[in-house]
């Protein structure tokens, strides 16, 4: 499509969670920080929540990538299943082959044997249940009978929740306190600030580029403003729209984007509207930026101040 046009070896911002294309803004990074911090403090139970599109996947996705050398690591990418299926869906992650018959109990004495010799073998195992607001209420309490493998020292196992808001919702109900209170770290993700953007697009098209001809100054600087007020710095929304405004300029064989390109993508995209309250009353964009080299200008603040939100539960303890 426009790959040879603008010199690209493969699309920019697909909304496949690929991890060469993971951008440090401050809150990824800052999420990504607390989780390899306390991991490797040996915590238990930790919890990442963060909006639709904010990135959670391809956060767990280099989380994993990062600790792969030192850890033995799982991934469990759905999790709405009973509480025998998910017992035997992280056995197959580590590698453990049960007979779909097993009883449960007889599951968690084979996982436990397998976590006790990685223990001594020196390996920590961490496990990253992705879409975990999708847990069934009857599954959580297979989740607190894994975090009770331990011997005198450490944890056998570590985890680590990461959901949409509803996964906080669900912790707060009071049958499951006990798994809460073993929550020890608790970070949130949100959109990234529209500062960012302009970096954002052109970490996207450097990462994508075929060699030196690529330019990374494909956005105007309006164009980019433009796609931080209308996506909210989420970056799966950035991504739709930078995508379509690429497919814009190509087809009237231009080589720039601009906000004219911008305004057709929105119009030509549902959902942008379908924004929660609390990023409508916090989100302002003090930003403008310069044509000249797309660095962030102060500009007067129209909106309150973003504030970031606290954990509303499971946080430091």
């Known amino acids: 499509m426009y790959l040879k046009h603008f010199s690209l070896r493969e699309a920019p911002f697909s909304i496949t969670p690929d991890t060469a294309f993971f951008y440090p803004h401050e809150g990824a990074q800052a999420a990504l920080n607390t989780l390899l911090i306390a991991l490797r403090s040996g915590e238990g139970f930790l919890k990442i929540v963060g909006e639709v599109g904010c990135g959670k996947t391809v956060l767990c996705r280099q989380l994993l990538k990062t600790l792969q050398p030192e850890c033995v690591t799982a991934y469990i990418p759905n999790p709405d299943m009973d509480k025998t299926d998910l017992l035997l869906a992280l056995a197959r992650e580590l590698g453990v082959t049960l007979p779909a018959a097993t009883a449960r109990h007889q599951i968690l004495n084979v996982l ?87 970096a954002y697009l052109a970490h996207r098209l450097a990462t994508a580029t075929c060699d030196g001809a690529t330019d990374g100054a494909v956005f105007e600087p309006r164009a980019a403003q433009s796609l931080a007020r209308h996506s909210r710095g989420v ?28 305004r057709l993508a929105v119009a030509d995209t549902g959902g942008l509207d379908a924004v929660d309250p609390w990023w409508q009353k916090r989100i302002s964009f003090p930003f403008a930026f310069s044509k000249s080299d797309l660095q962030p200008v102060q500009v007067m603040r129209v909106n309150a101040p973003f504030h970031r939100p606290q954990p509303a539960a499971g946080g430091l303890r």
Do not use: W
């Open 235 to 262: 970056p799966r929304l950035l991504n739709v729209l930078a995508h379509k405004c690429l497919m814009l300029a190509y087809g009237e064989n231009e080589h720039c984007v601009t906000a004219r390109h911008v």
């Open 112 to 198: 436990q044997t397998c976590l006790l010799e990685h223990a001594r073998a020196g390996r920590r195992v961490v496990v990253c249940i992705d879409e975990a607001q999708a847990i069934p209420l009857r599954t959580v309490e297979s989740l607190r009978l894994l975090s009770n493998l331990e011997t005198e020292k450490r944890k056998l196992l570590q985890i680590v929740l990461l959901g949409q808001p509803e996964l906080d919702q669900k912790l707060a109900r009071p049958e499951i306190r006990q798994l809460l209170q073993r929550i020890t770290f608790s970070e949130y993700l949100g959109p990234m600030a529209a500062g960012r953007v302009p």
